[in-house]
């Protein structure tokens, strides 16, 4: 007799290959099929750009209360503390999965758990557990390796989602749903439809809006901005991270110097400007009590206002007094570098400047990575958790990209696997070659320079508003060119970005207030009582 078989149930459809996404993939992976997209190379993306560390409560003179002290501290008021305390009884355990998978931490043999701890900027105590200052692509490379042998893991490089596919796609009355993904295979050119048990956005933040930023180039908001398209609100979008300290030089416009050299004793001072100036003074005492451990919006706008007082292009960042032998110990990647570009950290400080770093906002998700619309998740740095509050502590992310991803992948494994209706297809057939690229090039040039200049470290209320005029022509044109070109990566990027832009000036206009990361001239006072700002989509018909 012959017996039917089951249909082999959809995939799950993870878009971003970084720590969030390969965080829940390999924990999905032995009992579900899952696609993982990555639209450049695999290596590419934000986390293998992290050099600090990830937050661990683990030693002696360290607790849970103090963790989330110093996260609500850091995120101005404005940190949901539920959120904050999860995440921080959670981290022991996210290490000792990382470590698990095979990440090669620094190692101490009398630290908590074989660790070596460091501190960084806003912490209290010694608690973030480090791979020397290349912790970022010490934990993906670990990853990425465990994925590429699992058998139930897809890995699909050079490969980007250009839009959800939602119950409007199918031109039917029935409530609100995602069920995959057109998928654009950049080499082909082609786009495709994915259908899926379940899609998670893990797609990064959205630093690649503004001219000067030490996020990769995949750093597009891609998964806010489609997020945004299919109806989910998001949040404290106007909360944008400026790394206090980028390296300032020609030849390399988007290189970290990481926090964790300020918190292991690195001091900043003015650079000389000529015969009897401050050349060689510390300032940070001026600013905040903390000094150089200051949390970063702190520091960014203190670097900030010292540039624009005395002229200067950059300030210094000294760690000569550390040594020779414990820079290229503990900060190989930072004295190679610097040393191939012609700076020698241990004889001379660093140029350094202020650059985007962290989008502190991003799609609304519970816990568990759900967003607004069921059979969407949403993980890292594309989303608002209510975690980093009005300015995200320090080495934060990485923590939260793997206990939400557990969270997220055990919530997908609970609900089951899905049998998505038929999809349709991508129709490309009123649509043709783009005659002028240059016009792409133009636009994206255009707004993150506007982006820069008025919606930066110190806003004001014309400056926004001007910024908002612009923005809106400009998505007008990249709209006008998306519905008659065939789509490309730059193009999509753009029209992410300009989505992702309006989202960001339109939440900083609604807060009358100076709050963590976002600074105004025309409302300088912090409120004594203040709320997330969350933008809702209006309803659109079917």
């Known amino acids: 007799?012959?017996?039917?078989?089951?249909?082999?149930?959809?995939?799950?459809?993870?878009?971003?290959?970084?720590?969030?996404?390969?965080?829940?993939?390999?924990?999905?992976?032995?009992?579900?099929?899952?696609?993982?997209?990555?639209?450049?190379?695999?290596?590419?993306?934000?986390?293998?750009?992290?050099?600090?560390?990830?937050?661990?409560?683990?030693?002696?003179?360290?607790?849970?209360?103090?963790?989330?002290?110093?996260?609500?501290?850091?995120?101005?008021?404005?940190?949901?503390?539920?959120?904050?305390?999860?995440?921080?009884?959670?981290?022991?355990?996210?290490?000792?999965?990382?470590?698990?998978?095979?990440?090669?931490?620094?190692?101490?043999?009398?630290?908590?758990?074989?660790?070596?701890?460091?501190?960084?900027?806003?912490?209290?105590?010694?608690?973030?557990?480090?791979?020397?200052?290349?912790?970022?692509?010490?934990?993906?490379?670990?990853?990425?390796?465990?994925?590429?042998?699992?058998?139930?893991?897809?890995?699909?490089?050079?490969?980007?989602?250009?839009?959800?596919?939602?119950?409007?796609?199918?031109?039917?009355?029935?409530?609100?749903?995602?069920?995959?993904?057109?998928?654009?295979?950049?080499?082909?050119?082609?786009?495709?439809?994915?259908?899926?048990?379940?899609?998670?956005?893990?797609?990064?933040?959205?630093?690649?809006?503004?001219?000067?930023?030490t996020n990769p180039d995949t750093a597009t908001g891609d998964g806010i901005a489609m997020a945004w398209r299919a109806g989910c609100r998001v949040g404290n979008m106007e909360f944008i991270q400026f790394h206090p300290t980028c390296l300032y030089h020609p030849l390399e416009r988007s290189f970290l110097i990481t926090e964790a050299l300020r918190g292991e004793g690195g001091y900043l001072t003015l650079p000389s400007t000529g015969p009897g100036d401050a050349g060689g003074a510390r300032f940070m005492a001026a600013h905040d009590a903390r000094l150089e451990l200051a949390p970063r919006d702190i520091v960014a706008r203190a670097i900030d206002f010292e540039m624009k007082k005395h002229g200067l292009d950059h300030v210094w960042l000294d760690a000569r007094h550390l040594g020779e032998a414990f820079l290229k110990s503990h900060f190989p990647t930072i004295h190679a570098r610097c040393l191939a570009l012609g700076i020698d950290i241990a004889r001379q400080p660093i140029p350094v400047v202020p650059a985007a770093h962290y989008t502190c906002g991003g799609v609304v998700t519970d816990l568990d990575g759900r967003t607004d619309l069921p059979g969407l998740y949403a993980v890292g740095e594309t989303t608002y958790t209510g975690l980093h509050g009005a300015n995200r502590l320090a080495s934060n992310s990485l923590l939260e990209c793997v206990v939400l991803g557990r969270t997220c992948a055990e919530r997908i494994l609970a609900q089951g696997p899905g049998e998505p209706p038929r999809l349709p297809i991508w129709d490309e057939s009123q649509v043709e070659d783009a005659d002028e690229q240059v016009v792409i090039a133009h636009n994206w040039d255009e707004l993150r320079l506007l982006m820069w200049n008025y919606v930066g470290i110190v806003r004001t209320t014309k400056r926004l508003e001007r910024a908002l005029h612009r923005i809106k022509l400009l998505r007008s044109e990249i709209d006008e060119y998306y519905a008659n070109f065939r789509v490309n990566r730059d193009l999509l990027e753009l029209r992410n970005l300009v989505c992702c832009a309006e989202l960001i000036v339109r939440s900083a206009l609604r807060r009358h207030e100076s709050r963590g990361l976002h600074y105004s001239r025309d409302f300088p006072d912090t409120l004594p009582v203040s709320f997330p700002t969350v933008l809702t989509r209006p309803a659109r018909s079917n």
């Not at 450049?40 to 993306?45: F, G, K, V």
């Not at 101490?108 to 557990?129: M, Y």
């Not at 031109?171 to 654009?184: D, N, T």
């Open 1 to 213: 007799m012959n017996q039917q078989l089951n249909p082999a149930p959809a995939p799950v459809v993870v878009v971003g290959a970084g720590l969030g996404g390969l965080a829940v993939a390999l924990q999905l992976a032995d009992r579900l099929p899952v696609i993982v997209l990555a639209k450049r190379e695999l290596h590419e993306s934000a986390t293998s750009w992290a050099q600090g560390g990830i937050v661990g409560v683990l030693g002696e003179d360290d607790s849970i209360a103090s963790h989330v002290r110093d996260t609500q501290e850091a995120g101005a008021g404005i940190v949901d503390e539920h959120t904050a305390r999860f995440i921080a009884e959670n981290s022991q355990r996210a290490i000792q999965w990382l470590v698990d998978c095979g990440v090669p931490f620094s190692a101490d043999p009398d630290g908590p758990l074989g660790l070596h701890l460091t501190r960084e900027g806003g912490h209290a105590v010694r608690r973030i557990a480090h791979a020397a200052d290349a912790t970022g692509r010490a934990i993906h490379e670990a990853l990425l390796a465990r994925a590429l042998a699992h058998p139930n893991i897809s890995l699909r490089q050079r490969w980007m989602a250009v839009d959800l596919v939602t119950s409007r796609h199918l031109k039917r009355k029935e409530a609100p749903r995602c069920y995959g993904v057109y998928a654009l295979d950049i080499d082909s050119g082609r786009v495709q439809t994915l259908a899926a048990t379940a899609v998670v956005l893990a797609t990064g933040g959205a630093g690649k809006v503004y001219r000067y930023t």
